[in-house]
C-alpha cells in the first residue's frame, strides 16, 4: 500500500469516526433541551451548606438574609464577577446550579458564565457530564 493510500484510509476511517459519534451525544442523553424551571447558589463552609438565592418558576424569589444587598428582589438573577470574587473568598465552595426540565435531566452545577446566561423560565439546550451532575449550556431561547 502506498502513502497516499494509507492517508486516504485514515482521513476516510476519521470522518466516519467523526460522524458515528455526532448523533450519539443526543442518542445517549448526554445533550438534552428543556425548560430551565429554578435556578440557585449553594455554598460551602466547613460546617454547613446553605442556598445563598434562589428563584423559580413556582414562586418568589428566596434571597439568604445575609445576601439581600447582592441580589435584586426580581428580573435576571445575575452574578457580576465581583460578586463572584466576594462568595468564593467567604465560603469554601460556591455553586451554580439549574433545574433543567427533561427528560432524565436533574440539578447540575454550571459555571458562573453559564448560571448567568439563562433565566428562569428560558428553554435552554445543556450538554451533560457523564455523571450529569455538571452541564454545560450550549443554547437558550429566552421566555417572554
Known sequence: MN??????????????GGLATAGCLTTLGIT?????????????TRTDTRRLVYDSTEGE????EAHASDF?????????QELHRRLNARYGDVEYR??????????????RGDF???SVGDV???TYSESGERATVIG????Q
Do not use: M, Y
Not at 424569589?61 to 439568604?64: D, E, H, P
Not at 437558550?140 to 421566555?143: D, L, Y
Open 140 to 143: 437558550v431561547q429566552q421566555s
Open 61 to 64: 424569589r428566596l434571597i439568604a
Open 124 to 126: 435552554a439546550e445543556l
Open 116 to 118: 448567568n446566561s439563562v
Open 72 to 80: 435584586a428582589a426580581e428580573g435576571r438573577l445575575f452574578v457580576s
Open 32 to 44: 438534552e433541551r428543556g425548560r430551565v424551571t429554578a435556578k440557585w447558589i449553594t455554598a460551602t
Open 98 to 111: 439549574v433545574r433543567h426540565d427533561c427528560s432524565g435531566c436533574g440539578s447540575p452545577v454550571v459555571s
Open 3 to 16: 502513502r497516499r493510500t494509507v492517508l486516504t484510509s485514515v482521513g476516510t476511517l476519521a470522518t466516519a
